[in-house]
């Protein structure tokens, strides 16, 4: 079989195969006409709310009496779907791209060699995208989305009060902007997500923009000759694993170069496609350098809305740590379009007395929460010697509770 057979073979025995690769696939895309006219069956079958399967089809085909289109139907259907139905889409769209890009390169070749000039709009009139929007109702994306939705994972964060308000974790598909006082903690945060979400198996990557690599390699060995010193302590005291011999550290990538704005969706990208890496944290906004807009806050606005589209459509998380004023601590600085391009707001504070920070509590702010709703303000330990947020609840009267317990 041909590829466009393979792929019309998964179409029609794979449930969901249709509504994943019809937004890459029209009229234009087949160059085989009977394979064209076995789509638009099934595209009729669709249209009229029915299931996709070879009884329906073949009485479909049947009522146009033209037993070619029977005969391909019984032949495509004849082997095993593949399951990388969505390549085989994408290449025939990427054919037909190529085709339609052609074309208008020999309809400007040959304008300018009659001496003509094309308009913007005639060259956009001349640009045909094979891509086709397609409008879809309620019923549509629940059919589609409905077994998604119940089976979606939630990825706990090693953070016990954030795991709790998000029921569970975080999910992928958005940005979570991460702001806070100085010295709060904020890329400890940031660090303590990412490497619980690599403990678990996950790949995820960190842009240290705001440190060296090398930084980030001493703080994670001073954290563990910290602990060696408190298991030192102990009656019967044992050797701490290093950090780098921790299975969540080969799923960790770090980079602290590239702080263009288009640099780092590139990185992202590819390291998504080709390492599966679906969290990412980078630190922090103020590094990251675009300098295409025409203002100091398009500027801004460009970072945020470039990282959530990118959230959006790759289906990752992106965690983006960022500066505010101390008149407004929701909006980041710079640009007021910032804090509406984020799914998740997230604010660390200190604690004070008499002016001086308290090492070992921080509080932990959801300002903006689209993913569960819940809204809160917590006060939880924070253990400077190991960088991280504590798993309880401190209240007013300092009596410590376990979250579980709340």
Known sequence: MNNEEILLNSIIQIKKAFFETKEFLNDKVWED???????????????????????????????????????????????????????????????????????????????????????????????KVPKTMIYKT????????????????????????????????????GLILINGEPEAGKSMFGLQVIEHIAKAKHRAAYFCFEFLKRDYIQLKMNVDNNLQMQENAQEKPKIITPFYKSESFNNLFVIDEDYGLDDIAM?????????????FLIDSQMRIETHTARSLEEEESRKFSTLAKLAHSLDICIIL????????????????????????????????????IKPTERYI?????????????????FNPNTCKFGERIIDKNKVVYKVEDL
């Open 33 to 127: 006409l009977i394979n064209k006219k076995v789509y638009e069956l099934i595209c009729k079958i669709v249209e009229d709310g029915k299931q996709i399967d070879l009884v329906t089809l073949v009485l479909y085909a049947q009522e146009l009496k033209v037993e070619q289109v029977i005969d391909r139907i019984y032949s495509i259907t004849s082997t095993e779907p593949t399951l990388n139905y969505l390549d085989f889409a994408k290449n025939l769209n990427k054919k037909e791209c190529l085709k339609a890009q052609n074309d208008l390169a020999l309809k400007l070749l040959d304008a300018s060699k009659n001496g003509n000039l094309l308009s913007y709009e005639d060259i956009i009139n001349l640009i």
């Open 138 to 173: 309620a019923a549509d994306l629940y059919y589609e989305m409905s077994e998604e939705i119940k089976t979606m994972t939630l990825y706990p964060t090693g953070i016990s009060v954030i795991d709790r308000c998000f029921k569970g974790g975080f999910q992928t598909g």
């Open 267 to 279: 990185h992202i990208r590819k390291l998504y496609e080709e390492h599966n890496v679906k969290f």
């Open 321 to 356: 740590i960022v500066q505010t004023s101390k008149t407004d601590t929701q909006t980041p600085a710079g640009t007021k379009k910032g804090a509406h391009e984020a799914k998740i707001i997230i604010r660390i504070e200190t604690e004070k007395v008499n002016k001086t």
């Open 365 to 381: 702010i959801v300002q903006k929460n689209k993913q569960s709703g819940a809204h809160d303000k917590y006060h939880v330990e």
